[in-house]
């Protein structure tokens, strides 16, 4: 046994522990990627990187062991750098989308290739739970968005893009979804204003716990979605169905109730928060003592906080806009801001995580993605755009998604050691970037750009006897991991391809 310090607390350990594994004894956590206990320890990321305090060196913490007396800091401002540069240089050369680019240029974030896959299996009702997790009137935007997503679908240069936005309507037509409210939380928040932006707000406050109570000038819900958009574009029935269902939590709504100066001093002080989605400000509102910006009143980008404490304000409240798809978004997002005061948090707004991106496919690379999908145009829907899709069609044009999200995106430690440490992926790209493959397993993809070449698979593979398994390709940089004799995937795994999967610490290996 030796004596040793981590972070000036002094620990017994047995000779022969790694530094890392002696931490983790007192509770410290130490950030790891090419470390895995199934197999033999090879260094290789240096995200693990540990101070020496008495002489400074950095230390690879998974293969250098204790020693008697040692005193060890494990993080600092210059151990946060050296982690942060080798995150850098590993996204150097890394080739893959976090995110899809539909999902990125969707207002309300929605997740698009997960909602196409479950409509391509025929599974309706999580479809719509998946749609609904961002956008809180899915029919009545399958009706009305102009569907930003389309335009940047990377399908779209080649047979037209996935119809995302009628997708989605049929998703919210047809999806049976029984959203449970949450506990009452014993807050309330007062919405002014029961178009887009109120109702979105409403619906996510709502399910939290939290007692909402609508008041608008109007005898009925829906603000300029139900008197600027014709009938015959917007069925009323749809916009009435959907209103209904966020009533259905508890909503509670006071119409014809115009809102003046003393009643939103009354409001300020009778609930933990207000909401301002009242559509564009009139006169009279410019003097409720928030402060008033170029196109309406002044809100933080990203919290929607106002000068006034406790005073949110959203959609046209801030500028004129007549895309409902960004005022919804703007009310989930200051519905996660008002939740997160409420409970004490730091109010920061949806959080914004780090994404890795490239940009346009390169025409090679249609023929990877189409390993996927699906050949085919887009899908006109036989009765007319206003009837939409029926399930045969929806069930083909989801098909069509090449999926361009990472199957790792809420399992990659590249990605969420990149949040953590704040890594910019360009600071050190400088050569073109490398096209992307994909090799595709009964159960799962190997995407050779998103490698880091730990090699976890290859160790794994070893160990639990696979014939071929996985290998080191190649030598120097161009060193790859790919199955040796240039047999298929399917050859290299035949017993432990999930298992690889889950162990691999970025997209490279993902289940499908
Ligand atoms: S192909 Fe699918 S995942 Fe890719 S951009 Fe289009 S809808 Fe999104
Ligand atoms: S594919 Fe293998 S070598 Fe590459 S990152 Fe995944 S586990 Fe590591
Ligand atoms: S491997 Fe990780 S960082 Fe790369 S695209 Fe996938 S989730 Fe993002």
Not at 381 to 409: F, Y
Request: a negative charge.
């Amino acid at each position: 046994m030796l004596k040793l310090k981590i972070n000036n607390t002094e620990i017994e350990v047995e000779s022969g522990m790694s530094i890392l594994d002696a931490a983790s004894e007192l509770g410290i956590e130490i950030p790891t990627m090419c470390h895995n206990r199934e197999v033999e320890n090879h260094t290789s990321c240096m995200i693990c990187l540990v101070k020496n305090t008495k002489n400074g060196r950095l230390l690879p913490s998974c293969s250098i062991p204790v020693e008697e007396g040692m005193e060890i800091l494990t993080l600092d401002d210059e151990i946060h750098e050296a982690r942060q540069t080798g995150l850098e240089l590993l996204l150097s050369d890394h080739v893959g989308d976090c995110e899809a680019p539909c999902t990125i240029a969707c207002p309300a974030h929605m997740d698009i290739p997960t909602m196409n896959r479950l409509l391509a299996a025929g599974k309706f009702d999580e479809a719509v739970q998946v749609v609904k997790q961002n956008i809180a009137l899915p029919s009545v935007l399958g009706y009305i968005c102009p569907a930003p997503c389309e335009g940047i679908c990377r399908r779209r240069p080649i047979d037209g893009a996935v119809s995302i936005c009628l997708l989605k309507r049929f998703a919210g037509n047809e999806g049976k979804y029984t959203e449970k409210p949450a506990p009452a939380t014993g807050h309330k928040v007062a919405i002014v204003g029961s178009g887009a932006a109120g109702l979105s707000a409403a619906y996510y406050l709502q399910l939290r716990g939290v007692q909402i109570t609508v008041f608008d000038k109007a005898a009925i819900a829906g603000g300029q979605m139900r008197t600027e958009i014709p009938h015959d574009r917007l069925p009323e029935n749809v916009l009435d169905r959907e209103i209904e269902i966020i009533a259905n939590l508890g909503v509670q709504f006071k119409f014809n109730n115009e809102i003046s100066k003393s009643e939103f001093e009354q409001l300020q002080k009778e609930y933990d928060a207000v909401i301002l989605a009242s559509g564009l400000i009139a006169d009279e509102q410019k003097t409720w003592g928030i402060t008033i910006a170029q196109k309406g009143f002044d809100a933080d980008n990203n919290n929607y906080t106002t000068n006034l404490p406790g005073v949110y304000a959203v959609g046209n409240t801030l500028r004129p806009s007549k895309l409902a798809i960004r005022s919804l978004a703007q009310g989930k997002e200051a519905a996660a801001a008002v939740w997160q005061m409420l409970n004490n948090m730091p109010v920061v707004g949806e959080p914004k995580k780090f994404n890795s991106k490239f940009s346009k496919l390169i025409i090679p690379e249609y023929a990877q993605y189409m390993k996927e999908s699906v050949e085919g145009n887009r899908i006109e829907p036989v009765n007319g755009l206003l009837a939409g899709m029926t399930t045969d069609e929806v069930k083909t044009e989801a098909a069509r998604c090449l999926h361009c999200d990472c199957r790792k995106i809420d399992n990659c430690k590249l990605r969420d050691f990149s949040d953590q440490y704040g890594a910019v992926q360009k600071r050190f790209s400088f050569n073109e970037r490398k096209p992307v493959r994909k090799y595709f397993h009964q159960s799962i993809v190997y995407e050779p750009e998103k490698c880091i070449k730990c090699g976890i698979c290859v160790r794994l593979t070893e160990k639990h006897g696979e014939k071929f398994g996985f290998t080191y390709i190649g030598r120097g940089f161009d060193v790859e991991i790919g199955v040796p004799f240039n047999e298929n995937i399917n050859e290299g795994l035949k017993t432990v391809a999930e298992k690889v999967a889950d162990a691999c610490p970025t997209g490279a290996l993902g289940k499908i």
